[in-house]
């Protein structure tokens, strides 16, 4: 199978943390918690990519495979997140509700608040202007490309007799 597929699904997810991060902290940009969730299966990715790069024969061929799921379940992060943005429907996670506000001094107040204002999982953020795709929306597109790819390494590999 050879190095290159499991370097492209690492590099694949390290760039997806990378620009997630740029946008965090470059443009400044605060995730909402659909957002941070979606970060989980690139991490993922990039692990199994990196074993994948540096095991041969089945054990990396069965490191691509498992890249199947985890590709499939960033695709499905991002379909709930669109569908949130869009108020298809409510966001299933507590911390992207309206905040609930509790009794007590100022003082005590005070100190329940984050340290970052939470961003709510409604508002969808825009890289590009004239684009009317959001974030959660490029994240799914481009876990669909890799997911396209990891396929097609596979078909490939099993085509050229390698198992």
Excluded: N
Aim: aromatic share 8%; charged share 15%; net charge positive.
């Amino acid at each position: 199978m050879g190095w290159a597929p499991g370097a492209m699904l690492m590099v694949a997810g390290l760039a997806a943390l990378g620009i997630a991060a740029w946008v965090e902290h470059g443009l400044g940009e605060v995730p909402c918690g659909l957002c941070l969730w979606e970060r989980w299966p690139w991490r993922v990715l990039a692990v199994l990519g990196l074993f994948a790069a540096l095991s041969r024969g089945r054990v990396a061929r069965g490191l691509l495979w498992l890249g199947i799921p985890v590709m499939l379940a960033a695709c499905g992060l991002s379909a709930v997140h669109v569908g949130v943005e869009q108020g298809w429907w409510p966001s299933p996670l507590p911390e992207c509700q309206a905040p609930v506000f509790h009794p007590g001094t100022f003082a005590e107040r005070l100190a329940a608040m984050p340290l970052r204002p939470a961003k709510p999982c409604d508002a969808p953020t825009y890289l590009v202007g004239a684009l009317p795709v959001s974030m959660a929306g490029m994240d799914g597109l481009y876990a669909a490309c890799v997911l396209a790819v990891i396929a097609y390494c596979l078909a490939r590999g099993r085509r050229s007799g390698r198992r």
